[in-house]
Structure formats: C-alpha cells, structure tokens
C-alpha cells in the first residue's frame, strides 16, 4: 500500500465536521479500496492525530473503527492543511525537493509555508 496524503487529509477533515458527541465508525471514499482507507485511518489513530480506537481482523488487519474527534496534534495539522492553496503548494514543495511524502515531512512543510506567508 502507498501512503496517500490526501486521503490522510480527507479523513482528518471529515472527523473533524463530525457534530460534537458524535462518533464515525470510519469512513468510505468513492474509488478507494476499503482496506486503503481503513490502514489510513489506523496510521492516523496511531500517530496522534484522531482519537479512536480501531480492532483487527484475524490477519490483524485494520476492520472496524470507532473515531470520536481529532487530537490536539490533528487540530494543529489541519489547522494548516486544511487551506487548499497551502495544502497543493506543500504537496508540489515536497515532490519537487525529492523528499518523502510522510505525516511529518507534510506538517513541516505546512508549518514553514503559513509562518512565511504571515
């Protein structure tokens, strides 16, 4: 599986227009295969940025999900990530310098970007 940032993105974002007290028992993207977009969604809850608990399969395949809200590390992401001309710049920042498309090279680029556009 290859890590997709904005798939990463997505998922951030629709947990956080979750009403309040509301959990998402995860989520479904037209053309993306369910397992992608469950495996995205573990990374996220095990990186920090969604609180949530997720349970394996047999496999110990990410299968079911219960996200109840961004992480103050999400909030802080998307903080950022969320504007689209910032999100596209950073993406093609990244691909251009060579560098890995990982959470972190993203949050890094993201944060450089808005401070030196203040």
């Known amino acids: 599986m290859t890590f997709d940032p904005t ?35 573990q990374i996220l809850i ?25 992480t103050y590390r999400g909030h802080q992401f998307l903080a950022n990530a969320k504007n689209d001309s910032l999100w596209k710049k950073a993406l093609t920042t990244i691909k251009d310098s060579g560098k890995s498309l990982s959470i972190a090279v993203i949050e890094a680029v993201l944060v450089k970007l808005a401070t030196a556009a203040e």
């Not at 997505?10 to 993306?32: C, H, K, M, Q, R």
């Not at 095990?46 to 961004?70: H, K, M, S, V």
């Open 46 to 70: 095990d990186e920090g940025y969604l609180e949530g608990i997720w349970q394996g399969d047999e496999q110990n395949f990410p299968c079911a999900f219960r996200i109840t809200d961004l």
């Open 7 to 41: 798939l990463m993105r997505s998922i951030l974002l629709d947990t956080e227009g979750l009403p309040a007290g509301v959990a998402a028992e995860g989520f479904n993207y037209d053309g993306i295969d369910q397992a992608v977009v469950n495996r995205h969604t």
